[in-house]
């Protein structure tokens, strides 16, 4: 992420139990595997989107390889971002 000017050093996982009884406007997953296993939220959720993508750390190869794997997927994943925040966000 710092590649593109984001720093993310400084931010760490939260678990999803701390926010299962939270109200949401959006409860977005983003692996497959996540759709899968993550616990559903008993709180307010007014829309639930699954944006699928492969997991990168399941990637094999040589290091440039690999990165390369992530690389793509980190501008998927903001391609269909942008394209959420046009659809869902932008004119609200």
């Known amino acids: 992420m710092l590649e593109i000017g984001i720093d993310i050093s400084s931010h760490a996982p939260k678990p999803v139990k701390n ?5 949401f406007d959006f409860v977005i997953t ?4 996540a759709k899968e296993v993550c616990p ?9 989107l699954h944006l699928g993508f492969d997991d ?3 990637a094999t190869g040589t290091n440039e390889e690999i990165l390369t ?3 793509e997927t980190r501008e ?6 942008i394209r959420f925040y046009n659809v869902y966000l ?3």
């Open 19 to 23: 926010f299962i009884n939270e109200s």
């Open 30 to 33: 983003v692996c497959d595997q």
């Open 40 to 48: 559903i939220f008993t709180g307010d959720v007014k829309h639930r």
């Open 56 to 58: 990168p750390a399941s």
């Open 69 to 71: 794997v992530y690389r």
């Open 76 to 81: 998927r994943i903001i391609t269909e971002f």
């Open 90 to 92: 932008k004119n609200k």
